[in-house]
């Protein structure tokens, strides 16, 4: 391994550092509370050190959406290419896969979408929002494709599969972000994910022709 190859893995390793910790202290504190400062002493950096890496607090916070952006584009991909499956299946897939998502990492995924209805976008580096913009963009061309083989196969109401697409991923941040915070005053209730599946079973019934 060259000098170079061990300062770049140095570098991603010291960069994932400080993402962990930032994640941590966005979960303990919230995003307006929470300071550079604290992320540093939570990864055991100097503050100046975070700055090597990230050049203000809204990117650090977006930076956490990327992974499970990832993801979701990942799991979307898995359900969009599987020949094996009816439109009707699809659309059964996608609503399992969203819920994976979800429970894969709830803090970032509640952190996108706090992150997508916020000022914080105008912040960020230009290489960073292109990323977002594209990881954003590939999983809902995904979902609408999903949506379109069935208006194409003649199940589903002709609607633009787009329209249908910014809906769905509108009823699952809306749920998420209502039910989240309905949970920080009652921590005892929490029907996110029964709300969720019940959101995406009416939905998928809505998406259906009405028999003749």
Known sequence: MGIQERKERERERRRQQII???KRVFSDKGFNRATMEDIAKEAELSPGSLYLYFKNKDELYA???????????IRLDHVSLNKELNPEQKVAALTDAMLDVYEFD?????????LQSSETLKNLSEELLTEIKDLSRKSLGAIAGIFNEGIEAGI???EHPIALADI???LFSGIILWESSKNIIDKNKDYLKDTLKTAFEVFSRGLKKEEL
Request: no cysteine.
């Open 168 to 170: 769905f991923w509108s």
């Open 20 to 22: 962990v910790a930032a």
């Open 156 to 158: 589903y109401i002709q």
């Open 63 to 73: 930076s956490l959406s990327l992974r499970i952006l990832q993801y979701l584009l």
């Open 106 to 114: 709830p803090v970032i995924i509640i952190n996108l979408f706090h």
